[in-house]
């Protein structure tokens, strides 16, 4: 089977998240982003690329003991797309895609990571793939390098859901709970999910 690996998104401000930054807030015990690095890690993805910006250093020192590699994206305030073109060119030479995390996501776990890895195996491997639960798609997902000419188009503050409306090709995947939609864009979100933990 084809290598995937995962990248993590953990470059962006969390502006509506207020003072601090978001990634590092505690979150069971670890800050948010160390969720989604642990999950990756856990996964069969590899490597684990993460994509730092905002408060890079932070960011980097709440990692530093696991075994993945930053990319600096210095273009980061210009929105989510940027991050994610720097994870895809910062993907080795044999890797057939990856799984896209994101940083303020911590419920997602390497399960998840797997069965999209799983789905992507097929011959030919579909474009994406995607989970669903309750009827909505979310996140992380799945991209093939096959996209990456229409992820480096791609600009301002989308992620890749703008990429998959226009792909016939979606493999999707029900999940059961809120994992693949519970994201942490506020200090309400992150307290919420802190009380369901």
Known sequence: MSRVAAIVLAAGRGTRFGGGSKLLAPFDGAPLVRHAARAALASRATPVIVVTGHEADAVGLALGDLPVATVRNPDYGQGLSTSLRAGFAALPDDAAGAVVLLGD???VGPDIVDRLIAAFAGQPPPLAVAPVSGGR???PVL???A???RIGALAGDVGAGPL???LPDVVEIPVEGEAALADVDTPEALAALRLKA
């Open 105 to 107: 996501m911590p419920l």
């Open 143 to 145: 991209l093939s390098r």
């Open 147 to 149: 996209l990456a000419g």
């Open 137 to 139: 798609r979310g996140n």
């Open 164 to 166: 998959l409306r226009g």
